[in-house]
């Protein structure tokens, strides 16, 4: 993620004015930036976050203590549901079963600092000042996108119902398109034995995130004979994975390429430490892990507070810690939010086996 000041008369006049060595000066003009950078961070991480296209904002006031009611977010109105979050950042999520009623979210607060020096400042050094902010955005993104995948890597480690795994393994060392069929097959099994029978739910997945080597995999579907049986495709979907650098949407799944994911990967070592201790059952530096969601269920939610003189999400303030003689100046930034998951049908998964 990259952040550029634009080289303004005005941008530059306060950029120098933070650097300046009266300090009722600096103060005003440090204030002033922030208020201007908070907006434009909270709009940089939802669109370079990948799990912003997986959960739904649920906002509240700041200081306030958010709670969902379950019934209205599940097409269950009697019984128990199982629901996965995370209580401090960075912590291993848990399950809880919870009845359909009003449930209380924990959330955790994100922030990060930067500093410079004062003479960047007035030197109206605004390549510096853009990579402060851009480092401070960066350390929340991390912070925010790690734990927003563990929640979905655990409830898909865990999620089960009749003793129904979630989880698909690959019938070769690679992808093919029967496991995608296969797994399209296991969701609406998983989804109506849920509704206690019912075959109204038209639930599966839509979504599916994927490593890079994968999608190369499926690249190779334009000039190779794919499936169990090394079938052929039919020339039109050859064509437009040809033409496409590799097919964007199969069997009606969207594919996402999430560079976590893969062998050794980030996300599939973390998954690996959810999944379970047997080496047998998944090896990160052999297997790797897809994940497959349905984001028409709105079971991703993250509760994020908002800032009540701004509106804002994200809060960016001067850091006041640094004495004059330190001609140095800072900045602070936070965002409070939580993750959970309130159904078990949204994640399914296939797991490739070397």
């Known amino acids: 993620m990259k952040l550029k000041l634009k080289n303004t008369p005005e941008q530059v006049e306060l950029i120098k004015a933070m650097g300046s060595r009266d300090t009722t000066v600096a103060r005003e003009a440090s204030e002033a930036f922030a208020a201007f950078i908070g907006p434009v961070v909270s709009k940089v991480l939802m669109e370079a976050g990948t799990s912003s296209a997986v959960y739904s904002d649920l906002s509240f006031d700041e ?67 853009s990579k402060a902010v851009e480092r401070m955005a960066n350390e929340v993104l991390v912070k925010q996108e790690r734990n927003a995948w563990a929640v979905v890597l655990k409830a898909l480690a865990t999620a089960s119902t009749n003793n129904q795994n979630h989880i698909v393994t690959a019938a070769n060392q690679t992808l093919v398109l029967k496991d995608l069929s296969d797994l399209l097959t296991k969701v609406k099994r998983i989804n109506t034995s849920y509704a206690k029978g019912s075959t109204t739910s038209s639930y599966g997945v839509t979504d599916l995130f994927l490593s890079p080597e994968v999608v190369g995999h499926i690249r190779e579907f334009a000039y ?24 964007q949407e199969i069997f009606g799944i969207s594919l996402h390429e999430l560079v976590e994911l893969g062998v050794n990967g980030k996300y599939n070592v973390l998954f690996d430490s959810f999944y379970g201790a047997n080496p047998t059952e998944f090896d990160p530096g052999t297997d790797e892990v897809l994940i497959g969601l349905d984001l028409t269920k709105d079971a991703f939610v993250r509760p994020v507070a908002r800032n009540s003189e701004t ?38 998964g296939i797991v490739i086996k070397a």
């Open 63 to 129: 200081d306030d203590n958010p709670s969902i009611p379950l019934d209205l977010w599940s097409q269950e109105t009697e019984g128990y549901t199982t629901v996965w979050s995370q209580n401090v950042a960075g912590g291993l999520p848990s399950s809880v079963v919870e009845g359909f009623n009003e449930m209380k979210v924990s959330t955790y607060r994100l922030d990060s600092a930067v500093s410079l020096l004062k003479r960047y400042a007035r030197r109206a050094r605004l390549d510096v000042v």
């Open 224 to 247: 190779n004979q794919v499936g169990n049986n090394k079938t052929d495709l039919p020339a039109g979907v050859r064509e437009e994975i040809y033409r496409g650098a590799g097919a």
């Open 311 to 348: 509106g804002g999400t994200f809060t960016a303030q001067p850091d006041d810690q640094f004495v004059s003689r330190s001609e140095k100046i800072g900045f602070y930034g936070s965002l409070e939010e939580g993750r959970v998951c309130l159904d078990g049908r949204a994640v399914a």
